[in-house]
């Protein structure tokens, strides 16, 4: 047994093996990060979900996980998917802005086109 149990064991009262999956993603220095987690999704359901991939992405599903979960929990109905439309609403509205500035540019250089082609004649 590892003398100093990860966040996920010390949060669910059990030993840590040697072979726990939670240990590698989940340090006894940050269990509020384990505790989100196990709130949204629930130990056995993140047990079979590292299980289920390979190694070398699981830290990246951890993460993944617990950020949709802090989501979840700071807007219960909309999640991640609020924030999502939050930031699709900014790319639509800065793209109909520079649509604007760009229509704005156009039209001055047609204006200042025109003035440099009346100086000349």
Do not use: W
């Not at 609403?89 to 009346?118: D, F, G, H, P, R």
């Amino acid at each position: 047994m590892n003398p100093k149990r990860c966040a996920a064991c010390k949060y669910l009262r059990r030993r840590c093996p040697k072979d726990c999956i939670f240990s590698p993603y989940f340090p006894p220095n940050d269990p509020a990060k384990f505790a989100c987690i196990h709130r949204i999704y629930g130990a056995g359901n993140v047990s079979k979900m590292l299980q289920q991939l390979p190694e070398q992405t699981r830290a990246e599903a951890v993460e993944s996980l617990c950020f949709e979960a802090k989501c979840r929990v700071d807007d219960p109905v909309y999640g991640c998917v609020g924030i999502i439309s939050l930031l699709q609403t900014q790319i639509q509205n800065t793209q109909n802005e520079l649509a604007k500035v760009q229509a704005e540019v156009a039209v001055a250089q047609t204006k200042l086109s025109q003035n440099q082609n009346s100086d000349f004649m």
